[in-house]
């Protein structure tokens, strides 16, 4: 391990986010420097003196890599499904942890009927809040969802049968579901991605 490394390392110094890309980095002298990793520089004298790969900025690698703080675009949250702490994108409405993470245009999987489905959008509203007009409940109230918490978030998603069945995709019908009742597809290469695009193109 070279001095540099070996100084990242050891060092008392602080990381902290900022905006897109970049992190102030608080050192053990009292300075502050300002490490980018897209244009991959450090404000401080070693690097811009001497071009090299300062201890600022294999120290924010570090903490990235350790997972002490976020990786570019992304911020601390709670997911909002399983409740665990992760790093979600930092526009992310709800935050969803990489095991609960849903994004329009999946393929899922209805655990009660095993249909396969498209996800149009994971919403913020608990299935508690959302009702289903036709059935005249709320989500969590439907039949089919009974065992599923009340509070799952909700996901809006299209049957992939319904799909096919108009000229315009986009005219299928919209269904609520609870988050968990809904698992990733394993067969998406099977799906017709362009039937699925059109059919999101007002998402």
């Known amino acids: 391990m070279d001095d540099r490394a070996a100084r990242a390392w050891t060092e008392r110094m602080a990381v902290r986010p900022l905006e897109g890309a970049s992190y102030a980095v608080d050192s053990q002298s009292g300075a502050t420097y300002v ?61 969803l942890c990489e095991n609960c993470h849903l994004e329009p245009g999946d393929i899922v999987r209805d655990r009660e009927r095993d249909d396969r489905l498209v996800v149009a959008r994971v919403t913020p509203d608990r299935a508690d809040e959302v009702t289903i007009a036709a059935a005249d409940c709320t989500v969590a109230e439907y039949g089919a969802n009974e065992g599923y918490p009340a509070d799952d978030l909700v996901v809006e998603a299209v049957y992939l049968g319904d799909l096919g069945r108009s000229d315009d995709p986009r005219e299928a019908r919209r269904y609520s579901f609870p988050h968990s009742r809904l698992e990733r597809g394993d067969d998406a290469a099977l799906v017709d991605t362009g039937l699925v695009d059109r059919a999101l193109a007002d998402v």
């Open 35 to 95: 490490v980018d990793l897209d244009a991959h520089s450090c404000t401080c004298p070693d690097h811009r003196l001497r071009e090299e790969t300062c201890k600022h900025m294999r120290r924010v690698a570090i903490e990235i890599s350790t997972r002490r703080v976020p990786p570019p675009g992304k911020r601390r949250a709670t997911c909002a499904a399983c409740g665990v702490e992760t790093y979600a994108d930092v526009a992310a409405d709800p935050p």
